[in-house]
C-alpha cells in the first residue's frame, strides 16, 4: 500500500509531517490528514514526493524498485551493499 511506503521513507529519512510539507510544498494539514488516513493520498502527494527523492520514485509509486536505474527503496539506500550482486 503505498501510505506504507510513503510511512517508510518518512521513518528511513527521519522525516515528519512538517519536513514533508517543506519538501513536497504540500500543506503540513494535507499531509496529516493523509497519513492518518482521513483523506486520500492523489497523484499530486504521489508526484511531489517523487520530485522531492528521485532515486526512490519508482518504489514509491509502484513499490518496485531498479537499482541499475538508481531506483530504489529506503531499504536498498540504507544497506546498498546487501543489495550488490
Do not use: C
Not at 2 to 24: F, Y
Not at 29 to 38: D, F, H, Q, T
Not at 64 to 85: F, H, R, V
Request: hydrophobic fraction near 40%; charged fraction near 30%; proline fraction near 5%.
Amino acid at each position: 500500500m503505498i501510505l506504507d511506503r510513503i510511512k517508510a521513507l518518512m521513518k528511513s529519512k527521519g522525516l515528519k509531517v512538517d519536513d514533508l510539507a517543506l519538501k513536497t510544498h504540500i500543506g503540513y494539514s494535507r499531509w496529516a490528514n493523509v497519513l492518518s488516513g482521513k483523506a486520500k493520498i492523489r497523484h499530486e502527494e504521489i508526484e511531489a514526493l517523487g520530485n522531492a527523492y528521485p532515486e526512490h520514485k519508482l518504489w514509491i509509486a509502484f513499490g518496485d524498485t531498479l537499482p541499475k536505474a538508481g531506483q530504489i527503496s529506503p531499504s536498498i539506500a540504507e544497506n546498498p551493499a546487501k543489495y550488490k550482486k
